[in-house]
């Protein structure tokens, strides 16, 4: 799929109706572009778990670019390792709860930076709050 994106425009409203039975569910402009940006190193199944697991939560309406999980949310220039990725996907899980405020992960002492070592330190705290 990677090298055929466009596909992924298709193929959204298509896996949508089967995994709905029905076309209670569509995707906004916006969620489809943050789609079409993903590298699906896992092709149409990949896709397809991605659009099942929002389905589940969102039974009709419109798709919204918050209700993609993490994965689908960020860019990566290369292909994570299974570790990198759910570090990746608990530090956006992490500022999306947070509602992306920097300052809620920063102290004074530390204003306007955000080292890796304080997200790494934040997830915990966020976990007990989901």
Excluded at 93 to 114: D, F, K, M, Q
Excluded at 118 to 124: G, R, S
Aim: glycine share 6%; aromatic share 2%.
């Amino acid at each position: 799929m990677r090298h055929h994106i466009e596909d992924v425009q298709e193929l959204i409203p298509f896996l949508l109706v089967k995994l709905t039975s029905q076309a209670a569910l569509t995707c906004s402009t916006a969620a489809v572009r943050l789609l079409m940006r993903h590298t699906w190193p896992g092709n149409i199944a990949q896709l397809r778990h991605v659009l099942r697991t929002v389905a589940q939560r969102r039974r009709s309406g419109v798709i919204r670019p918050g209700d993609l999980p993490p994965e689908c949310q960020t860019l990566s220039r290369r292909v994570l390792s299974p570790l990198e990725s759910l570090e990746r996907d608990a530090i956006v899980r992490s500022l999306l709860l947070l509602a992306g405020c920097p300052c809620a992960v920063v102290g004074p002492a530390n204003p306007g930076l955000i080292t890796r070592g304080d997200l790494q330190d934040l997830i915990p705290v966020v976990a007990d709050r989901e």
